[in-house]
């Protein structure tokens, strides 16, 4: 049985977040690309964690800003680990957030929501043969443990209310409807794969509805 994580209810969204500090920050990335953020940090979040929201560029007027809601990945973020897409995805998220005016959340979320040693434990599990959601389940994990509670608190501290969401799980945007957000449209990433990566996106398609073009990750 497929192990979904709980959609919050609308009406359990009843604590209201708000901006605990906001400090500029030059980003300069590996490639040379670079833009100036803004980092927001909150007071009240529902989970407790410390998820920050990086507000890059302005919207047009009447347009409604592009989102991403970024699960932090110490390994692909910081390390550049080839196993997942989630550092590209990254870099690729804040600039075409900054080009049309929007927001990256920064979500401590690691692993979908299992934490660092837990996502490790996995990948020794993948390692032998499973993929990342029997490797989950066979350490007794939930497939993605992930809650966007704290995301809409963000976003209601932030003044938005309506977003196109940067992303390709169809989970993400049906669990900020159900909490109260108007996702307008969702907007696919680009396909990063390498040879170390294609068994993870072929699985996310498969098991998660991810819209990644399954016909270009061949089985390497």
């Known amino acids: 049985m ?3 994580p709980a959609v919050t209810d ?6 209201t977040a708000t901006p605990r500090s906001r400090v500029r920050v030059p980003l300069r990335f590996h490639d040379g690309y670079g833009v100036d953020a803004e980092l927001v ?4 979040l529902a989970d407790g964690q410390e998820h920050v929201a990086v507000v890059l560029g302005e919207p047009a007027p009447g347009a409604v800003p592009l989102v991403r809601l970024h699960s932090e990945c110490l390994t692909g973020d910081v390390f550049g680990s080839a196993r997942c897409d989630c550092g590209p995805q990254l870099r690729e998220a804040v600039e075409r957030i900054a080009e049309r005016g929007g927001v990256l959340l920064y979500l401590r979320q690691e692993g979908r929501g299992i934490g660092l040693y837990n996502k490790l434990d996995a990948y020794a599990l993948q390692d032998e043969g499973l993929d990342t959601y029997a490797a989950n389940a066979a ?3 939930p497939e993605d443990a992930r809650d966007y509670t704290a995301a809409t608190q963000m976003l209601q501290a932030l003044g938005i209310d309506a977003l196109d969401l940067l992303s390709n799980n169809p989970d993400k945007a049906q669990q900020l409807r159900d ?16 040879a ?7 699985a996310k398609v498969l098991q998660t509805q991810h819209t990644l073009p399954l016909a270009e990750l061949s089985a390497g």
Do not use: C, E, M
């Not at 609308?10 to 604590?15: G, M």
């Not at 940090?41 to 009240?44: L, Q, R, V």
């Not at 449209?185 to 990063?192: H, L, S």
């Open 41 to 44: 940090t909150f007071h009240g």
């Open 2 to 4: 497929s192990d979904q």
């Open 139 to 141: 350490l007794g994990l």
């Open 179 to 194: 909490l109260g957000v108007k996702v307008h449209t969702r907007v696919p990433t680009g396909v990063f794969t390498t």
């Open 10 to 15: 609308t009406a359990t969204v009843t604590v």
């Open 196 to 202: 170390h990566n294609v068994r993870y996106l072929r």
